[in-house]
C-alpha cells in the first residue's frame, strides 16, 4: 500500500509538473506572437523616424530666434518655470541665436545619419537627446506628436533599428541585405505599449466628456477657427454626420488597444486594426492642422505590422530591388547576451515599462503616480497622460488684439487678428501649427509673465522696425474669446485684457495725459521675480 501510496503520488506530481509546463509554454508562445517585432518593421519606423523629425527641423527654422532665444517670445527665465530642476535641455545653457542654430544644425545631421542607418544607435541617442532638449526649451510649441517622438526615440534606443536597410547592416553583411529577423525584448514591449497606452488613455479621459458621450464633439473641433481646415468646414452643420464620427472616433480609441493585442488571429486583427487607426488618422489630417501628430501616430503602428505583409511587400519588390533574403532568427535586442550589463538593462526597462502603464493609469483612475516620478519622467519627455480633445473639445474661438501707446498719446492698433490691420510678424504666427500653439496656450489666460515676455518682445520687433514717430512706448492685449454655438447663431464675444507693459528702455513720458488701458495698472516688460507661468508645463497632458 506505502509503495502504491507513492507510486499515485510521483504520478500525480509528473501530472501537475506536465501540466504547468504546458502552460508556462503557451504564456511564452502568447508573449512571443503579441510582442515580436520583424526587424523590417524597426527599419521602418527608423526610416519614418528621421524623415518627420527632419521636416519638424525644416519648418522650425524661422522660429529659432522668436522662440529659442532670450530676445524671443519665450525667454529662458519664462520656461525654467515650467522646468523641473534638473533636465535634458541644453538650448537651456544659452540664450544666444548661434547656440540654437548649432544645435538645430546637429539635431539635422543626425537625423540624416538615423535615416541612413549610419552608426544608428549614436544617431539614435543624439537624435532623442537634441530633441527633448529642443521640446523642453519650449514647452510652448509641443503637441501631443512631439512627445510621442521623444518616447518612440526613447525606446529605440534599446532596439536594433539599423539592423536591416541601413549603412550599418550593409557594412556587416556587404554581399547583400539581410531581411529576415525579428526582437523579442523589453524595449519592444515598451515600444508596442507606449502607441496603445496613447489611445487608450486619450479614449478613457473623453468618457468624462459630455460631448463625447451626447455625440457633439466633433461639431465642436471642427468649428475652432485657429485649427479647423479642409474638410472640416464640409463637416460643419451636418449633424448625424460629425455625431456618427464623435462616437466612432471614441470607440475606435477604446476598443483597437485591445484588438491590437488579440490572442486570437493576431497578424488578422492587426491588419484590420491599422487600417482602421491610419484612416482615422488621415482624417484628422484632413480636417484639422494638427503638424505632424498624424503621421507621428501611423509612424509608430509600424511596429505593429505582421511579418507576412513585409515577406509580401518584399516579394514585389525583389524583381526591382536586389536584396538576398535570409533565414529568419531571433537577434534580441543591441547587446544581447547574459551579463550583468543586460539584467540591469532589462530591469531599467522592465520598470519604465511598469510607469508608463502606472502613469497612464493615474490619469484616468484614482491611482496615483508618485511625484518623483512624475517629475523626473517630465525632465526626460517621459511623462505620460494623453487628453486629446479630452475630457471636452474647446467650446470658444479666440482672437487676440494688441495695442500700442504712442509717446505723444495716440493709442494705435498693432495687430487685430487680421480683422481690419495686420502686423506680419503675429500674421507669420498665426499661420504656422506650432507658433498657433503658443498663442493660444500663452495668451488664452494672459497669465502675468507670458504677457510680459510677449510684450517686451513686441516693443523690440515693432521699435526695432518703425521709425521714431511710429514707436510705442507701452503695449496692451486683448483677449476675445467667442462661443461656439452649433445651432449656428453668433454668441457675443467675451473680452479680457491684459495689463499695460511699458516698453525697455523706459524714455521720457512725462507728457503722455494717460495710460494705454484706463484703470489698468502699468507693468514693466521685465519678468518680474514674483510672476508665475501656468501650472502647467513640460507634463501637461496634451
Known amino acids: 500500500m506505502f509503495s502504491m501510496t507513492n507510486c499515485r503520488a510521483s504520478s500525480s506530481r509528473s501530472s501537475g509538473e506536465a501540466i504547468l509546463k504546458r ?23 527608423r526610416v519614418s523616424m528621421a524623415v518627420l523629425i527632419l521636416i519638424e527641423v525644416a519648418t522650425r527654422v524661422w522660429l529659432l530666434p522668436d522662440f529659442y532665444t532670450d530676445a524671443g517670445v519665450v525667454p529662458r527665465s519664462l520656461t525654467s518655470l515650467g522646468l523641473p530642476a534638473v533636465h535634458l535641455s541644453v ?36 537624435v532623442w537627446l537634441l530633441l527633448v532638449s529642443l521640446h523642453l526649451r519650449n514647452w510652448y510649441l509641443v503637441d501631443g506628436g512631439d512627445r510621442i517622438m521623444d518616447q518612440l526615440l526613447f525606446w529605440s534606443m534599446f532596439l536594433p533599428l539599423g539592423a536591416v536597410y541601413s549603412l550599418d547592416a550593409r557594412r556587416r553583411a556587404p554581399a547583400g541585405d539581410v531581411t529576415g529577423g525579428a526582437v523579442l525584448c523589453w524595449a519592444g514591449a515598451g515600444l ?78 492587426r491588419i484590420v486594426v491599422l487600417v482602421i487607426l491610419s484612416c482615422l488618422q488621415a482624417g484628422l489630417a484632413a480636417s484639422i492642422d494638427l503638424g505632424l501628430f498624424p503621421f507621428v501616430a501611423m509612424a509608430a503602428l509600424l511596429p505593429f505590422v505582421p511579418a507576412p505583409v513585409w515577406d509580401e511587400w518584399l516579394r514585389r519588390l525583389r524583381p526591382h530591388v536586389p536584396v538576398r533574403a535570409t533565414e529568419r532568427r531571433d537577434i534580441g535586442s543591441p547587446g544581447a547576451g547574459v551579463s550583468a550589463v543586460r539584467y540591469a538593462r532589462d530591469g531599467f526597462l522592465a520598470a519604465v515599462v511598469a510607469f508608463v502603464v502606472w502613469d497612464n493609469l493615474s490619469t484616468v483612475s484614482r491611482v496615483t503616480a508618485p511625484s518623483g516620478l512624475e517629475v523626473a519622467a517630465s525632465a526626460v519627455s517621459m511623462a505620460q497622460g494623453w487628453h486629446f480633445y479630452a475630457p471636452s473639445p474647446g467650446r470658444h474661438n479666440l482672437r487676440l488684439t494688441v495695442a500700442g501707446l504712442r509717446s505723444d498719446s495716440t493709442v494705435v492698433t498693432l495687430d487685430d487678428w487680421g480683422e481690419t490691420t495686420s502686423w506680419r510678424p503675429l500674421e507669420r504666427f498665426r499661420e504656422d501649427f506650432h507658433s498657433k500653439e503658443y498663442l493660444e496656450g500663452a495668451t488664452f489666460d494672459l497669465a502675468p509673465a507670458e504677457i510680459e515676455a510677449l510684450g517686451a518682445w513686441v516693443c523690440r520687433t515693432w521699435n526695432g522696425s518703425h521709425g521714431r514717430g511710429e ?11 467667442r462661443e461656439i454655438r452649433l445651432d449656428g447663431s453668433t454668441a ?11 516698453c525697455l528702455p523706459p524714455v521720457d513720458v512725462t507728457h503722455v495725459a494717460a495710460p494705454l488701458l484706463v484703470g489698468q495698472p502699468s507693468r514693466p516688460s521685465a519678468a518680474s521675480s514674483g510672476s508665475r507661468a501656468r501650472t502647467s508645463g513640460p507634463v501637461t497632458n496634451s
Open 23 to 45: 502552460v508556462i509554454d503557451r504564456g511564452r508562445a502568447l508573449l512571443r506572437a503579441l510582442f515580436t517585432i520583424d526587424v523590417r518593421a524597426l527599419a521602418a519606423l
Open 91 to 126: 538650448h537651456m545653457w544659452s540664450g544666444g541665436l548661434a547656440w540654437a542654430a548649432a544645435l538645430h544644425a546637429l539635431l539635422a545631421v543626425a537625423a540624416v545619419s538615423l535615416l541612413l542607418g549610419w552608426r544608428t544607435r549614436i544617431a539614435t541617442v543624439v
Open 192 to 269: 508596442m505599449l507606449q502607441i496603445t497606452a496613447v489611445y487608450m488613455s486619450a479614449g478613457l479621459s473623453k468618457l468624462h466628456g459630455a460631448e463625447w458621450l451626447d455625440g457633439t464633439a466633433v461639431a465642436y473641433v471642427v468649428r475652432q477657427d485657429l485649427w479647423a481646415h479642409g474638410l472640416a468646414f464640409l463637416l460643419q452643420g451636418k449633424t448625424m454626420l460629425t455625431t456618427g464620427l464623435t462616437y466612432a472616433a471614441l470607440v475606435i480609441e477604446l476598443v483597437a488597444p485591445f484588438a491590437l493585442f488579440s490572442p486570437f488571429h493576431t497578424g488578422r486583427c
Open 471 to 481: 514707436r510705442v512706448i507701452a503695449v496692451a492685449f486683448r483677449v476675445w474669446k
Open 492 to 502: 457675443p464675444p467675451e473680452r479680457s485684457q491684459s495689463p499695460e507693459v511699458r
